[in-house]
C-alpha cells in the first residue's frame, strides 16, 4: 500500500499506538514487537525484536501476510506487552511472518514469569476490550493455552491469547519452519470460536488509508482513553 499501517493514523493517533491503548486494559506496560529491528521508537513504549530461528531454515518458509502486531502480557494486577509492526522489509527476517512478533514476545513474557500474552494486529482498527475480553477468559478461566476467533468461518489468530506455558512449544514450530500462526497454535490446547455476529466489526482489518473513512467520528470517540478506564475489564491474569 505504500505506507506503514502501524503508523496511518486514526483521529490523530496511529493505530499502533491505539492498539496499544486497547490492550492497556489488560496488561500494565504495553511493549512494542516492531519487527526484525526497532525502529517505531516510541518513547512511551520499549520494543521487542521478531524471534529469529536458531537454526538455519532447510526450506523456504510458507507465504504469509505481514500485518501490523500488538502483544499484551500480564502477571497479575499489572503486566508487560508487545506491540509491533510486521511491515515487511528486505532479506530472510522480512519472511518470517507474525509468528515471529508472537514468538518474541511471548519469550519476553516466559522470562518475566508473566502468565501469558494478548496479541492483536495494529490494523484491526476498530479493535476494542469488548472483543478481547472473552479470549482471556478462555484461557485464565479454563483450561485452554490459546484462544482466539474466526470470522465468516476465518480464522483471526492476530486477535489472540496464549499462555506462557505454550512459550517452548510455539519455539519449536517456528524452529520446525511454520510460520503460520494456526499452524503453530495446533500444538497448544486450543479453543476457537465463531465471534459473535455484535462483536465481529471489532475485527475489521484496514489494508488502505481509505478503509479508515468509514469509521464514524462517533464511534472512534466512544473508545476514547476515559471510556477504556471506565470498562469492568479484568487485569489479565488477575483474579476477580
Known amino acids: 500500500m505504500g505506507a506503514d499501517k502501524a503508523r496511518l493514523l486514526m483521529e490523530g493517533e496511529a493505530l499502533y499506538a491505539r492498539t496499544a491503548r486497547v490492550l492497556s486494559a489488560f496488561a500494565g ?3 512494542l514487537a516492531s519487527g526484525p529491528a526497532r525502529r517505531l521508537l516510541d518513547p512511551r513504549y520499549a520494543e521487542v525484536e521478531d524471534a529469529a530461528p536458531h537454526l538455519a531454515e ?12 500488538v502483544a499484551a502480557s500480564g502477571d497479575g494486577a499489572s503486566g508487560d506487552g508487545a506491540a509491533g509492526d510486521g511491515a515487511a522489509g528486505d532479506g530472510a527476517s522480512a519472511r518470517l511472518g507474525p509468528l515471529a512478533s508472537l514468538v518474541g514476545a511471548i519469550e519476553r513474557a516466559a522470562s518475566l514469569g508473566h502468565v501469558g500474552i494478548v496479541a492483536a494486529a495494529c490494523d484491526l482498527a476498530r479493535l476494542s476490550p469488548e472483543v478481547i475480553a472473552p479470549l482471556v477468559e478462555r484461557v485464565t478461566r479454563g483450561k485452554a493455552e490459546c484462544a482466539y476467533w474466526t470470522r465468516d468461518g476465518r480464522a483471526e489468530p492476530l486477535c489472540v491469547v496464549v499462555s506462557a506455558a505454550a512459550s517452548q512449544r510455539l519455539r519449536g514450530a517456528f524452529e520446525a519452519g511454520v510460520r503460520r500462526p494456526v499452524e503453530a497454535f495446533a500444538a497448544l490446547r486450543v479453543e476457537v470460536a465463531e465471534v459473535p455476529a455484535e462483536l465481529a466489526h471489532f475485527l475489521t482489518n484496514v489494508n488502505t488509508p481509505e478503509d479508515l473513512s468509514p469509521l464514524s467520528s462517533a464511534y472512534v470517540s466512544s473508545l476514547s482513553a476515559t471510556d477504556l478506564v471506565a470498562q469492568d475489564h479484568v487485569p489479565y491474569g488477575s483474579a476477580r
Open 29 to 31: 506496560e504495553v511493549v
Open 58 to 69: 532447510v526450506a523456504p518458509p510458507q507465504a504469509t501476510r505481514r500485518t501490523a502486531g
